[in-house]
């Protein structure tokens, strides 16, 4: 997720993803620039930003648009990780 200015926006940042998604997701605060290096085979970038999606794909990563759909985002999501556990 994108790096806001502070520490503090930091910690709220890593906070909102542990009460939506839980606790056992790890949250790496970056800046935009930095996104794209932290892609690979089983990561998953959720964003709101089609640029930042696109290049976290062509490092091998699988990348989610959020669109403001909260529900939308979860499902797609959990599609990625079903077919993680099948395959």
């Known amino acids: 997720t994108g ?3 502070s ?6 940042k890593r906070d909102w993803v ?7 997701y790890e949250c ?6 930095d996104k794209q290096k932290w892609s690979g085979p089983c990561k998953v970038l959720i ?7 696109h290049d976290w794909v062509v490092k091998g990563g699988h990348g989610i648009l959020h669109e ?3 529900d ?3 499902d797609e999501l959990r599609e990625y ?7």
Do not use: C, M, W
């Open 3 to 5: 790096a806001p200015s």
């Open 7 to 12: 520490a503090s926006f930091q910690q709220q």
């Open 18 to 24: 542990a009460l939506k998604f839980g606790a056992q």
């Open 28 to 33: 790496n605060v970056v800046h935009r620039r």
């Open 47 to 53: 964003d709101d930003t089609e640029g930042n999606i």
């Open 68 to 70: 403001g759909d909260f």
């Open 72 to 74: 939308k985002t979860i």
């Open 81 to 87: 990780y079903e077919a993680l556990k099948a395959a």
